[in-house]
């Protein structure tokens, strides 16, 4: 059996594992990573636009391009990363533990199952919806996103490297679930790492510096997103230093598996 036919294998057993109507791709990520971001941004653009409208003395700027996905950059990217690091854990904890094992003998394999299907849903997630609502958010609400251009060089930006970052950040997802044994320890972990830890870094002495090495932050940053964070790789090595971290991490999460079912 080839390794390509081992590795389709894998991402169609995740696919059961994970898809479906009981599945966590559907109850968890698509609602909270897809659905409550849009439903943010539209919900703080109709705010605003009432809020720019009126005589009141709080007037409110333009949201350029580059700012107008901010949810799901933010909040979607994470959701879907923490569901791979929880699908990774529970595949090696848990009930599910001993039929992933059989349907990937080999950790890598499983690892890079759960990686591909994790991070293409994430992908195309953010892809269609990242296109939806930058069409949208200048006709709903044109006196607040009236300068959002899908076509722009921020706007085609945010099309491509907003579903790299997703894609990336899945695999991350799934190292960290496999370096932290317990399912709910590697989602705690990773969400305190990428929506607190990494911005309240640069409250830390020499934190100016350290905010530049943070993984998400850099993601952010090489998705488009208007950020404080200029390192100087630019925002494509900003995207080539996520998938090294991710890379470090995978093959790191990869031994530990393989220490652990040698023992």
């Known amino acids: 059996m080839t390794a390509a036919v ?6 169609r057993a995740e696919g059961v594992r994970l898809g479906g109507g009981r599945g966590l791709l559907l109850r968890v990520a698509l609602p909270l990573g897809l659905a409550l971001p849009v439903c943010i941004t539209l919900a703080v ?11 009141s003395l709080l007037r409110v700027r333009q949201v350029p391009t580059s700012n107008s996905v901010y949810w799901l950059v ?18 090696t904890r848990g009930p599910g533990a001993e039929a992933a094992r059989h349907a990937a003998p080999r950790p890598f394999t499983g690892m890079l199952g759960r990686w ?9 997630g953010m892809l269609l919806c990242g296109f939806l609502l930058m069409v949208a958010l200048p006709v709903l609400f044109p ?5 959002v251009d899908v076509v722009s060089a921020d706007g085609v930006r945010l099309l491509w490297a907003l579903p790299a970052y997703a894609f990336l950040a899945s695999g991350i997802g799934v190292a960290v679930g496999a370096l932290v044994p317990w399912p709910a320890a590697a989602v705690a972990a990773l969400t305190l790492w990428a929506l607190f830890i990494e911005n309240a870094s640069v409250m830390l002495p020499g934190g100016g510096d350290l905010i530049g090495w943070m993984p998400f932050l850099n993601g952010i940053y090489a998705s488009g997103q208007d950020i404080a964070l200029s390192p100087s790789w630019g925002r494509d090595g900003a995207l080539a230093y996520v998938a090294v971290v991710m890379a470090v991490l995978l093959a790191a999460g990869w031994a530990r598996l393989r220490h652990e079912r040698s023992r």
């Open 6 to 11: 081992v590795l389709a294998r894998s991402v």
């Open 45 to 55: 653009g109709a705010v605003s636009e009432k809020l720019h409208g009126t005589d």
């Open 74 to 91: 933010y909040l979607g990217v994470t959701v879907f990363a923490v569901l791979a690091a929880y699908a990774q854990g529970s595949a």
């Open 116 to 124: 591909i299907l994790v991070g293409a849903a994430s992908a195309s």
């Open 143 to 147: 006196g607040v996103y009236g300068q």
